[in-house]
């Protein structure tokens, strides 16, 4: 059974920075498109950013680009996201999901067959 597990949520000021990895087992990674998607209370997942099989093509929301950076390591099968200059807005909880593609990476949710369980990113102001 494919298991994504996400890490490195927590609670930080605005202006602050984490970084959110996520482990993916029994999955051939470096197949698979990753993306990070996030929810925030009351409202609909909404996507972050996507990287390609090979980490060469990435994408982002715009309301993080520029903040957020998404990178992956295909031997440590593990994705990444890089928040910077976080603000309250960014709070939520965030999902790490993958999806075998040979083509573009995907911005809905519903293109991503893998997810992994969340964690909570608090920003405080």
């Known amino acids: 059974q494919v298991q ?13 920075s984490l970084r959110v990895s996520c482990a993916a087992s029994r999955l051939a990674f470096s197949d698979c498109a990753m993306g990070w998607f996030r929810q925030a209370p009351g409202k609909e ?7 390609n099989r090979s980490g060469r093509s990435t994408n982002y929301a ?15 099968n593990t994705v990444y996201l890089q928040m910077d200059n976080l603000k309250p807005e960014d709070t939520a909880v965030y999902y790490c999901a ?3 593609t040979t083509g573009p990476t995907g911005r809905t949710p519903a293109e991503y067959r893998y997810w992994g369980q969340g964690t909570q990113v608090t920003v405080s102001s």
């Open 98 to 100: 993958g999806h075998y």
């Open 4 to 16: 994504l597990v996400e890490s490195g949520g927590g609670l930080v000021q605005a202006g602050g």
């Open 62 to 76: 715009d309301s993080v680009k520029g903040r957020f950076t998404i990178s992956r390591d295909n031997v440590r």
């Open 45 to 51: 997942r909404e996507f972050v950013a996507a990287i």
